[in-house]
């Protein structure tokens, strides 16, 4: 085990040319850029990414823990009713810091496991028992329009990600409420969610929505697991109990007394000067210390044998390019290649065959990597889980830039046990994942990624279309409106410097291909799938986040419905948003309403 101090001159940027991966370990601690101008003294507080570094903490001496499951508390209707709180708690993050104040379900971080049943509904009350006030810097210029910042308590509102739900279940951003409910937003409908669970097996997750302070309530610690089962899935004999373990990762930064460091101001390089807010919400937020399932710099014990990893990359906006390497613990040195990830599902749960991942796995934020991984041929041996993305991701480390190093995220031991059973096989068929055909499309919509600036000359990114490629307010008129039981393509055109997570809530989409934006023509609807490049054999099947690399157009597919017996009928307003949570807040997000047929006079609202 070793602390981390890196030799004082030394810029990340030099650093990780220099070393490429070999060696990295050495210096992957927390630490500045090494320009003493960038320093800050000892009586100012560090209010920016770059200024701040965390405690210099001993590494890889926690074990990973497991998110409990929570159980439920009654039922309604009978179904399940689950009364889920969130609380304001201490928690340890690391053995040799003191306790840190989070926001936790049920007092919890990461919050408690939801195990759901495809087909059986349930309950949820999702109770806010937060305090007056935020433990984090609150930016009330961030649409002060539609925020009641004067008032007490906490905003909330949870969203289960990649939920097929009715609207009023769906966690709206303006459907927030404060503590026992005291006070609600416009778009607040009711107390009790309703999870229909009609929709195939998969790996989702729940997480704060609330307008304007997403990004300070999930890096608080709001957010679990939601994990939808089904008998069909059981039946394929993948690794199940102890040998299944959802690993949600994220990225965090820390204050000397263990409490959360969360940037209020912007560095300069990323623009910030005296004309921005006191406290001003950042571009993006990239922690220096790596945090899975609650714990910084842990490390996972495991058997010789296979194991299901249900990945979540849950930081606010950091990409992950991740593969296994063989690592000397004593030096801190990366060898060969370890174990591959078979990759068996993604957002929207198994794909139609798995997928042997040759070279490191993509998962940008929000999105999920169902895989597995076979220790056999690694007893005794010690692995790394490197990330090979730089910060500033453009989909590339070659196009990207660095400002906070996160290479290493967790240290795996292979036991050395020669009892244990031998690997299982992964079935070559998972299950039957229909294509969405390119004939049978309605409509064809243009959408534009796109960043201006405010009134303190603060970046704001924007979602547009053809009409009005540079962007729409949130609060603008909804200008998408897919009809129940139709089928339509969104073309999704890049026109910033830097990749995006897009996500859309209620549908799962199929990714056709990527084009150059050069080679596009917005004016042109239809899309030949076999001009386009293709996407990466992890994204087929079915997917509710897609990246956007910077002059990059990707086209993705969606159906608004049941569609051969998968998915049900939902109408109302939802939302399509970038997953990086700064975007997100600011102001990368849009309704849609998604109407009901000509035929059918209903809507839920």
């Not at 930064?253 to 101001?265: H, K, Q, T, V």
């Not at 014990?301 to 004593?330: H, T």
């Not at 534009?448 to 307010?473: C, F, I």
Request: aromatic content about 10%; proline content about 8%; charged content about 25%.
């Amino acid at each position: 085990m070793n602390s981390r101090t890196p030799e004082p001159g030394i810029s990340r940027r030099r650093l990780l040319l220099a070393t490429g991966v070999t060696g990295i370990s050495a210096f992957a601690g927390c630490f500045t850029d090494g320009d003493p101008s960038n320093t800050t003294s000892e009586t100012t507080k560090p209010t920016t990414v770059r200024d701040h570094s965390s405690p210099d903490l001993e590494t890889w001496v926690d074990e990973v823990p497991r998110p409990s499951v929570a159980e439920p508390t009654e039922t309604k209707d009978g179904h399940p009713y689950y009364e889920i709180e969130m609380r304001e708690v201490e928690q340890k993050l690391h053995r040799d810091l003191p306790p840190t104040t989070v926001f936790g379900y049920d007092g919890q971080f990461p919050g408690p496991t939801i195990e759901a049943e495809q087909g059986k509904p349930i309950y949820v009350q999702w109770q806010n028992d937060l305090p007056d006030d935020h433990l984090l810097p609150v930016d009330t210029t961030v649409h002060d329009e539609l925020v009641p910042y004067d008032i007490p308590g906490v905003r909330t509102v949870t969203h289960l990600h990649g939920g097929n739900v009715e609207a009023a279940s769906d966690g709206k951003a303006r459907g927030w409420f404060t503590r026992d409910f005291a006070e609600t937003g416009p778009n607040f409908e009711k107390k009790d969610y309703y999870y229909v669970n009609d929709q195939p097996p998969a790996t989702l997750w729940y997480h704060d929505h609330a307008v304007g302070i997403t990004r300070l309530n999930v890096y608080a610690g709001l957010a679990g697991f939601y994990l939808l089962r089904n008998d069909q899935e059981r039946e394929l004999g993948l690794p199940e109990d102890e040998y299944e373990i959802p690993l949600v990762l994220q990225d965090r930064s820390f204050n000397e007394d263990g409490s959360l460091f969360y940037p209020s101001a912007v560095s300069e390089e990323r623009g910030g000067d005296n004309s921005y807010p006191e406290t001003s919400i950042v571009p993006e937020f990239y922690g220096d210390t790596p945090v899975v399932n609650g714990k910084a710099w842990p490390r996972l014990s495991v058997e010789p044998r296979d194991y299901r990893f249900r990945l979540l990359n849950g930081s606010n906006s950091r990409y992950y390019d991740l593969k296994l390497l063989e690592y000397d613990e004593a030096s801190s040195e990366t060898g060969g290649d370890g174990p591959s990830f078979v990759q068996i599902g993604n957002d929207g749960g198994l794909l139609s065959e798995p997928v042997n991942i040759d070279g490191r796995l993509e998962i940008g934020p929000s999105q999920r990597a169902d895989v597995v991984v076979d220790f056999s041929d690694y007893a005794g041996e010690t692995l790394l889980l490197h990330n090979g993305a730089p910060s500033l991701y453009r989909g590339s480390r070659e196009d990207s830039d660095e400002t906070k190093p996160l290479p290493e995220i967790m240290l795996v031991d292979v036991t050395d046990s020669t009892t244990v059973e031998g690997p299982g096989t992964v079935p070559d068929r998972l299950t039957e994942v229909p294509d969405l055909s390119t004939e049978t499309v309605d409509q064809h919509r243009h959408l534009w990624l796109s960043m201006q600036s405010d009134e303190y000359g603060r970046p704001k990114h924007l979602l547009g279309n053809q009409e009005q490629v540079m962007g729409y307010a949130l609060d603008d008129p909804i200008t998408e409106e897919p009809e129940l039981g139709t089928t339509e393509i969104w073309s999704i055109a890049n026109n910033t410097a830097m990749s995006h997570p897009m996500h859309l809530h209620l549908v799962h989409f199929q990714v056709l291909g990527r084009q150059s934006l050069t080679d596009y023509d917005a004016s042109e609807d239809g899309v030949d799938p076999d001009s386009l490049t293709s996407p990466q054999p992890y994204e087929r099947g079915w997917n509710d986040v897609v990246t956007v690399d910077p002059a990059e157009v990707v086209h993705v597919i969606a159906h608004f419905g049941e569609y051969e017996g998968l998915f049900n009928d939902q109408t109302g307003t939802y939302m399509w948003h970038c997953h990086m949570i700064e975007h997100e807040d600011y102001d990368m997000m849009r309704p849609f309403r998604v109407l009901p047929k000509a035929d059918d006079d209903t809507e839920d609202e």
